[in-house]
């Protein structure tokens, strides 16, 4: 068992009620710990309705969150500055270099969105 970051997408797709989204959530119960970026609570925001507020608010406090720190920003950097692809969003990044250091398994349903090599995703 490891660690998992789940993605913004995968709850996305889970509040928006899609059952493989909430199939795969539901299996990380036994998992040791489910974090959630800062990085990632700041994207559902900036795309939640407001009678959505209630719903998204339970799901982030059902998770473990990740405040975005130095040694994450500096990692984030790093991958920003060294994976050549105009694509990569700083976002990214930022989660990215989350699970890195959380040393956890990065869950996302946008693998290309993470070119990384050195975290493990699913």
Known sequence: M???????????????????????????????????????????????????REQTEDLVDSLNMVDVNREIVEKAGQYKRTL???????????????????QAVLATGNIKHYPMHDIEKI
């Open 84 to 102: 050549k692809t105009q694509a990569l969003e700083l976002d990214d990044c930022i989660i990215a270099a989350t699970a890195f250091v959380k």
């Open 2 to 52: 490891k660690n998992v970051l789940v993605d913004t997408d995968i709850l996305i797709d889970f509040l928006r009620g899609k059952e493989k989204a909430k199939a795969f959530l539901y299996s990380l119960v036994k998992e040791p710990v489910v974090y959630i970026s800062a990085s990632t609570i700041a994207e559902l925001h900036a795309g939640m309705k407001e009678h959505e």
